[in-house]
């Protein structure tokens, strides 16, 4: 998603660019991505606001503000995540996003089966990626968008262990339809904004997706006792669990979610991952980083992809800027680093957290009260923040410095 949205907003801002994908076509898994307003602001001053709201069957943004109730029992009403007018927000399915975006692209820049293995750098400072089928491109600018597991990232934390770790959270995802769970009996409103069950060391999300009609799932359960990043999965982190297993991991829930988690057929459980620590640059010499590459996140505050359409947005502004020359790519890319890590990192953090809140429900004496008191004012550092205002600060003092960038 992250990817495909810079291309399209460095082809905008007159960059020749290309897009080399190991896929053999754009694909995305079949769920749900709830988008918030810092997202869509990012999306529109990109200008492509207008055509991923065709495709996400929710013409105009919605409420995305939770409700939170309890996990066990009659599903107590927790607290309603206060919002104001311009937060607003859209859910869309993930392969809508990628039907939104590629008739933007033009096919001629896309090189697909174009696995990276490595990155060398010339002496005239221009870079050569090597592909897994002998192939090779000379760039001025790498851009790793090349998600959770990034090979580019190697090449900007060269001395450094690799930070991603499994976070010992597993994560059940599927889409079920709102008729389907409302004539099983689920008595919550899960079509009118987004619902988090909170438990002990367990939560479930739901939010509406394709016009309300479906029900994104994702259903968490964490392994508390462990220390982050003293398990190591292997490799695919993602396995089909029997119906049986899930429905046994959320023993004593209430009633919905026992209906919510018993209509998803064939589930699958993901192994949450994520950067600990976040990584302390996100370039290196004329390599960028953004979206997962750059700062993976545990989805706590639905903003993995969020950060990543804020990376483009920056780093378009900056490389698209009539004062930057292929002379001070370097200085450019310092600024992006030096506006985006701080706050993606930031919400990288927040994010781990906001998944320590809800699963402390039952937990040490926490009450419904202290609870919350902890969800209050969450997603403010996420959502409110004026990104298009940095941009013009940093530029302000870089002419006031009478740098070029
Ligand atoms: C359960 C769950 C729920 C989530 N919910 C939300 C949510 O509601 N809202 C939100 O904002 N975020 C959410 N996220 C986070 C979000 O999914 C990620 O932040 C987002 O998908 C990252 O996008 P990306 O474009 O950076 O990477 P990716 O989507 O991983 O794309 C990377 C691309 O690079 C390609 N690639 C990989 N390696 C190479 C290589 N070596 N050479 C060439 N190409 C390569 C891949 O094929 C792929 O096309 C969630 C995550 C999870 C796990």
Not at 167 to 185: C, F, I, M, P, W
Request: hydrophobic share 40%; aromatic share 8%.
């Amino acid at each position: 998603m992250c990817g495909l949205l810079c291309a399209i907003g460095l082809k905008k801002a007159g960059i020749d660019v290309h897009i080399f994908e190991a896929a053999p076509k754009f694909d995305e898994i079949g769920a749900g991505v709830g988008l918030g307003p810092n997202a869509l602001r990012a999306l529109k001053e990109l200008g492509v606001l207008d055509a991923v709201l065709l495709r996400a069957d929710e013409r105009v943004p919605t409420e995305r503000s939770f409700t939170f109730v309890t996990g066990a029992g009659a599903h107590e009403h927790i607290y309603d995540y206060p919002t104001l007018p311009q937060d607003v927000g859209i859910g869309i399915y993930r392969p809508a996003f990628l039907e939104a975006l590629l008739p933007l692209l033009d096919p001629l820049i896309t090189h697909f089966n174009k696995r990276c293995t490595s990155i060398s750098c010339s002496d005239q400072g221009t870079h050569a990626l090597h592909f897994a089928d002998g192939t090779a491109h000379e760039t001025d600018l790498v851009v790793g968008a090349d998600g959770i597991r990034s090979v580019v990232r190697n090449f900007v934390v060269k001395n450094e262990p690799d930070p991603l770790v499994f976070s010992n959270t597993v994560a059940y995802r599927a889409l079920v339809s709102a008729d389907v769970l409302e004539s099983a009996g689920v008595k919550t409103n899960l079509r009118q904004r987004p619902v988090c069950f909170v438990g002990d060391d367990r939560h479930i999300i739901t939010f509406p997706i394709q016009g309300k009609k479906m029900i994104n799932i994702v259903a968490f359960s964490t392994n508390s006792r462990l220390l982050v990043g003293s398990v190591t999965i292997p490799l695919p982190w993602v396995e089909s669990v029997s119906e049986k297993e899930l429905l046994d991991e959320y023993a004593g829930w209430g009633n919905d979610a026992r209906i919510i988690l018993g209509h998803i057929q064939q589930p699958s459980k993901w192994y949450i991952h994520y950067l600990d620590p976040p990584l302390s640059s996100y370039i290196h010499q004329r390599i960028v980083l953004i979206g997962d590459a750059a700062h993976a996140m545990a989805p706590h505050l639905g903003s993995g992809v969020g950060q990543g359409f804020e990376d483009v947005f920056v780093l378009c502004a900056l490389l698209g800027h009539p004062n930057t020359r292929k002379a001070n790519l370097e200085a450019a890319i310092r600024t992006y680093d030096s506006i985006r890590r701080p706050r993606a990192n930031m919400v990288l953090r927040q994010s781990s957290m906001a998944g320590e809140i809800y699963e402390a429900h039952g937990k040490d004496g926490e009450t419904i009260q202290s609870l919350r008191h902890k969800l209050k004012g969450i997603w403010a550092p996420v959502w409110h923040h004026d990104l298009a205002a940095d941009i013009v600060t940093v530029m302000d003092s870089l002419h006031a410095r009478k740098a070029r960038l």
